[in-house]
């Protein structure tokens, strides 16, 4: 299963992840009395959720209604958290809400320029972010997507200004634009606060992935939790479940122009880089400054093995620098690798193919090179004749 989180509509805020996870199939019942138990350690709160019309599009709109007690400094939430029961409410439910939660107060302690013990939850309000927190908390891991590849879209963030505790503030909030380094977001289109500083939370800690697009997915159910405000145009939070056809993962790029290394140092480069655990490495011919012939080093890598293929290629080329291009998004089929036997004229050999699918459809079949490379020697054979005579005989 694949999940999609698309916030380019009209942002994000908590209310509105939870409108959508309910209407993906939250039990709407438990998640009202899960927001307003805890809600209710920390101000007087009350949860009302109905289905409403924003601008044409059906969608679930998380009502809350509260007031805090006073501001709450950090650590005294997490305490007070820890000591609230509830059966529904896990310790890996619980557990997820606190990154959240920390999230939030680190974001703010780099604004403010304080240590994170003495950050208090009076911007986002105590009552209110705890409610938005452990409801959509629950509802996530209620229908498993923990367990599923999410992806999130660029979020709108609106425009204008706020008013905060500091005064009047830019559209997007410090603290959201601190939550957000790294993700790709996008301003307006209207002058309203669109994603909320528990909205960017939520989204960074559910999101597996950032894509500019939608990924290849079969959609199986589309579901919109409703924002408060009334625009002129839907203000919804669209939450996408489906399955991909074919399996995705994350890599990295690394880049390197060559313009003074021989043909022998490429070569033994590429082998060292693939000792070192590259997925794969390839070398293209180019034009360099001034006119000189040159090469592209191209390596693609596990984003873990970054560093260690990086000090690799500036060790064997004494390259100065490496360009690394991160979280490349790649589509994978699965591969599985089966011996088979082939009879070239009365004398069997076992090779191994190499058997790519889609699902349960085979899309392509072919010999591994060093096993058809040992046939051919082995027979004094072209290995092009090998390769044709195997192609032949076997089928899948």
């Known amino acids: 299963m694949v999940l999609i989180i698309d916030p ?14 309910v209407s993906l199939g939250a039990n709407k019942k438990t998640v009202k009395e899960i927001m307003e138990h805890y809600g209710s350690y920390f101000g007087q709160i009350t949860i009302n959720i109905g289905d409403v019309d924003k601008s044409g599009i059906f969608a679930t709109f998380i009502n809350v209604k509260c007031s805090d007690h006073q501001a709450v400094a950090y650590p005294s939430l997490l305490e007070t958290l820890e000591g609230i029961k509830h059966e529904k409410i896990t310790p890996t439910i619980l557990n997820f809400a606190k990154k959240v939660f920390k999230t939030l107060a680190i974001a703010e302690s780099h604004v403010h320029g304080v240590n994170i013990d003495k950050i208090h939850f009076h911007e986002v309000g105590a009552a209110d972010a705890v409610a938005d927190i452990m409801g ?6 209620e229908l498993g997507l923990t367990d599923e590849k999410v992806y999130g879209l660029p979020p709108s963030l609106g425009g204008g200004r706020v008013k905060s505790a500091h005064g009047n503030l830019s559209v997007p ?8 380094k790294n993700v790709p977001v996008k301003g307006g289109p209207v002058n309203h606060e669109l994603t909320t500083p528990t909205g960017a939370a939520l989204l960074v800690n559910m999101v597996d992935e950032f894509s500019e697009f939608y990924p290849l997915i079969t959609n199986k159910k589309v579901a919109y939790g409703a924002g408060k405000l009334d625009l002129e145009y839907p203000n919804v939070l669209r939450i996408v479940s489906g399955t991909s056809p074919i399996p995705t993962d994350n890599i990295s790029i690394l880049e390197t122009n060559l313009d003074d290394v021989t043909g022998e140092v490429l070569g033994h480069t590429v082998d060292r880089l693939m000792e070192e655990g590259a997925l794969d490495v390839t070398i293209i011919p180019t034009i360099a400054k001034k006119n000189r012939p040159a090469h592209l080093l191209r390596v693609i890598s596990k984003s873990s093995m970054n560093d260690i293929l990086a000090e690799t ?8 620098g490496v360009r690394t291009i991160p979280y490349v998004h790649r589509n994978i089929v699965s591969r599985e690798i089966i011996p088979v036997e082939v009879d070239f004229d009365g004398q069997p050999k076992t090779v191994r193919m190499k058997v790519a ?16 490379r040992k046939v051919s020697n082995e027979l004094k054979m072209p290995l092009k004749d090998v390769i044709r005579f195997i192609n032949q005989k076997i089928s899948f």
């Not at 380019?8 to 996870?21: E, F, K, P, Y």
């Not at 392509?364 to 060093?370: A, D, I, K, S």
């Open 8 to 21: 380019q509509q009209a942002g994000i805020s908590g209310n509105m992840v939870i409108g959508a996870l």
């Open 136 to 141: 959509a908390s629950y509802a996530f891991h």
């Open 173 to 180: 909030a410090p603290a959201t634009l601190e939550i957000l």
């Open 313 to 320: 290629i500036i060790r064997e080329t004494g390259t100065l």
């Open 357 to 372: 699918k889609i699902g349960e459809e085979v899309v392509n079949v072919t010999v591994e090179y060093e096993d058809a």
